[in-house]
């Protein structure tokens, strides 16, 4: 009797353990497609709803809250206690967060990144010598590639504790040049012409209206400054023709440009402290009493 019930008890585990296992992979073959699918769509819908940082924060949230999820039901499915097992997470995560303190710091500056939004992802940002574009604004840090193809990973609270500078935020920018020209041009025509070629430029903008003013005079030239607003996706179009106009119309123009120049003096000095005498007498002629 009790052998059978010991044979049936066994067999009952045995069953319950099977189909806990069979009930795992069904949430698996179901829960894993389902978070992947979710989150292709958020990637690629979410663009059209939202800017590129909030669509890629959703996604984020999407698959590793999906996939903390399942992983529970899963755990659960096979018998584990998931208070004992939450509470031991407490426990470890609270001691991993005394030893990792630089990342606990990099996760608040990255909650006050991510709240205050002083970029988001696409926009190019300069920090330090440092200038690419933000492929990903994460907890712990932000990810940028350089105009050069180069992976730069920032953390968070350097970017905090640093000047950042948004290069792309607002829709158009000022491009600054020095242009100097000889001395002798004249003031008013070489404004005139820079003013010609700002607006013969399809890039540069009308409005507002190109800044053009005598700003140094420098050792060799006339330096003015020659500031066009241009739209920030056309910045680098206007900065390739815009040179190339000015020196062609300039050449056109008969207008100079100058280079530095140093004058050098050859000679020989003779007597570096010559004696005058007064009262007519040979300045060649030897002193008296030689």
């Given amino acids: 009797m009790l052998a059978a019930m010991e044979m049936d008890w066994r067999a009952l585990s045995q069953d319950r353990v099977v189909v806990g296992v069979v009930k795992t992979l069904i949430m698996l073959a179901i829960g894993v497609p389902a978070i992947r699918m979710a989150s292709y769509l958020i990637a690629k819908n979410g663009g059209k709803r939202f800017s590129p940082q909030s669509a890629m924060l959703l996604r984020k949230t999407v698959t590793y809250g999906g996939a903390i999820m399942l992983f529970m039901l899963i755990l659960d499915q096979l018998g584990f206690e998931l208070t004992a097992l939450l509470g031991a997470a407490g426990v470890v995560g609270l ?4 030893a990792s303190q630089t990342s606990v710091s990099n996760i608040i500056s990255g909650i006050f990144l991510i709240s205050e939004k002083p970029f988001s992802v696409g926009d190019v940002i ?8 933000v492929l990903s ?3 712990l840090s932000v990810k940028m590639r350089t105009f050069d193809n180069k992976y730069v990973r920032v953390p968070n609270e350097s970017l905090i504790k640093m000047d950042v500078v948004n ?8 491009m600054d040049i020095i242009v100097g020209v000889a001395y002798k041009e004249d003031v008013k025509r070489v404004k005139a012409i820079l003013l010609d070629i700002a ?61 530095p120049h140093l004058s050098l003096y050859s000679g020989s000095v003779t007597d570096p402290f010559p004696i005058r005498i007064v009262g007519g007498a040979d300045p060649g002629a030897p002193p008296r009493g030689m």
């Avoid at 300069?126 to 574009?133: A, P, R």
């Avoid at 290069?167 to 000022?174: G, L, M, S, Y």
């Fill in 95 to 98: 001691a991993l967060g005394f």
């Fill in 126 to 133: 300069q920090v330090g010598d440092k200038t690419g574009v």
């Fill in 137 to 139: 604004v994460d907890l």
């Fill in 167 to 174: 290069i792309t935020r607002f829709p158009i920018r000022r």
């Fill in 199 to 259: 607006l013969k430029n399809q890039y540069c903008l009308d409005d507002p209206a190109p800044l053009i003013i005598l700003n140094n005079f420098g050792d060799s030239a006339l330096e003015f400054k020659y500031g066009l607003w241009v739209a920030k996706e056309d910045y680098l179009n206007l900065l390739s023709t815009i040179t190339d106009e000015i020196k062609e119309r300039f050449d056109a123009e008969g207008i100079e440009i100058p280079f």
